[in-house]
């Protein structure tokens, strides 16, 4: 009898990395650094340049001049800025919480583009409160920022702007948050009922006993 050969070792799996060679672990990292900064900062950059050039060109002539013209001056002013944030916030987020891809792109399309609207108003809202704040350090608080409408003039004039158009925010915010959820109750509580319809007599017992002749 011949003998048995023997069987041939499996072959190894694991390779050895050898100096000089990219690593895939090294590679995944420089992938998302390369997304990291070629396109999140640049895009949060073109996200920025908005409030930036709302500043520069509009800020001194909205304080200066348009404000203190608003019915009311310029605290009623910022009264009426204050109350749209919530509202412009519900406005752009609402439609993005309609979104299902799973279900249909197209729809979802249509309710990211309904947002835009709100997203707009915002940058504008949010323009207008940019144009009061200060610079951190004092010593950039040059005479651009104490010209007539800039950030420090802003402060000098109406020091408690920030605390009317905060207490503002916070009571629009409270009665959108009542007027939804009386609307979600209202809504909730018309709804089809569930409860079971009661039987219909049968044909032969018009007055539904069955046949069985009622108590006397």
């Given at each position: 009898?011949?003998?048995?050969?023997?069987?041939?070792?499996?072959?190894?799996?694991?390779?050895e990395?050898?100096?000089?060679?990219?690593?895939?672990?090294?590679a995944?990292?420089r992938?998302?650094?390369?997304a990291?900064?070629?396109v999140?900062l640049?895009?949060?950059?073109?996200l920025?340049?908005p409030?930036?050039?709302?500043?520069?060109?509009?800020?001194h002539?909205?304080?200066?001049?348009?404000?203190p013209?608003?019915?009311?001056?310029?605290y009623?002013?910022?009264?009426?800025?204050?109350?749209?944030?919530?509202?412009?916030?519900?406005?752009?987020?609402w439609?993005?919480?309609?979104m299902?891809?799973k279900?249909?792109?197209?729809?979802?399309?249509a309710?990211?583009?309904?947002?835009?609207?709100?997203?707009?108003?915002?940058y504008v809202?949010?323009?207008?409160?940019?144009t009061?704040?200060?610079p951190?350090?004092r010593?950039?608080?040059?005479?651009?920022?104490?010209?007539?409408?800039g950030?420090?003039?802003?402060?000098?004039?109406?020091?408690?702007?920030?605390?009317?158009g905060?207490?503002?925010?916070?009571?629009?915010?409270?009665l959108l948050?009542?007027?939804?959820v009386?609307y979600?109750?209202?809504?909730?509580?018309?709804?089809?009922?569930?409860?079971?319809p009661?039987?219909?007599?049968?044909?032969?017992?018009p007055t539904?006993?069955g046949?069985r002749?009622?108590?006397a």
């Amino acid at each position: 009898m011949r003998p048995k050969r023997r069987k041939a070792a499996a072959a190894a799996l694991r390779y050895e990395h050898r100096p000089g060679w990219p690593n895939a672990d090294e590679a995944k990292k420089r992938d998302w650094g390369c997304a990291w900064g070629c396109v999140v900062l640049p895009g949060f950059v073109v996200l920025l340049m908005p409030l930036v050039l709302f500043d520069m060109y509009w800020g001194h002539d909205l304080w200066g001049d348009f404000a203190p013209a608003w019915p009311g001056g310029a605290y009623a002013f910022a009264v009426t800025v204050g109350a749209l944030v919530p509202l412009v916030f519900l406005v752009w987020v609402w439609p993005l919480t309609r979104m299902n891809w799973k279900k249909s792109k197209p729809r979802s399309l249509a309710w990211a583009a309904a947002s835009l609207p709100g997203l707009a108003a915002g940058y504008v809202v949010a323009g207008v409160i940019g144009t009061t704040v200060r610079p951190k350090r004092r010593r950039d608080w040059d005479y651009d920022c104490y010209r007539e409408g800039g950030p420090c003039w802003v402060h000098v004039h109406y020091p408690w702007l920030w605390a009317v158009g905060l207490v503002a925010t916070l009571a629009a915010a409270a009665l959108l948050i009542t007027v939804l959820v009386k609307y979600s109750g209202r809504s909730s509580a018309s709804g089809p009922s569930t409860s079971e319809p009661e039987d219909d007599p049968s044909p032969r017992s018009p007055t539904g006993t069955g046949g069985r002749r009622p108590p006397a």
